[in-house]
């Protein structure tokens, strides 16, 4: 297969850009779009640090290939935020410490945010599920169940 150029939306923005057909989704968002906040952790898929959403499904960015989003619609941790404001998902991450190095946040981010598109009062059993394929050596996950549940709350309260 040779390189092939690809358009898709990354953050609402489209972009076109040519890619060779063994470069990562990994590789485009951060080597060539200079969007840091996607992490590489494992490169095999084990971790979860490289979630993004793609047309608002967690994918591992890390084990996709960047010809396959073609035409699709990507969302990074960079895209969330409200009017260069923190959403009320960050926001609760920070106010409940649920960030510590920081390193797995914008993954946890990115899923629990298609959690609550897709469910937007999860239990906490569901929150813990759909977190599960994103490692953190550092919280113990309850703050960020605690997170992802109070930002449902305050959601909701807004809708």
């Known amino acids: 297969m040779d390189s092939v150029r690809i358009k898709f939306e990354v953050n609402g923005k489209p972009v076109s850009v040519v890619v060779e057909p063994n470069l990562t989704l990994l590789e485009l968002l951060r080597d060539r779009l200079g969007l840091l906040g996607t992490k590489q952790g494992c490169g095999r898929g084990d971790c979860g640090t490289c979630t993004v959403l793609v047309d608002g499904k967690p994918i591992l960015s ?29 926001r609760a991450f920070v106010d409940e410490g649920a960030i510590q190095c920081g390193f797995c946040t914008p993954a946890m981010i990115l899923v629990a945010k298609a959690l609550l598109d897709s469910d937007p009062r999860p239990s906490r059993q569901k929150i813990r599920e759909a977190i599960s394929g994103v490692l953190c050596r550092c919280t113990g996950y309850k703050k960020i169940v605690d997170a992802i549940e109070i930002a449902s709350k305050q959601e909701a309260g807004g809708r």
């Open 62 to 90: 890390c084990i996709k290939m960047a010809f396959q989003v073609d035409g699709c619609s990507i969302t990074t941790i960079e895209g969330i935020s409200e009017n260069d404001k923190l959403s009320i998902l960050q």
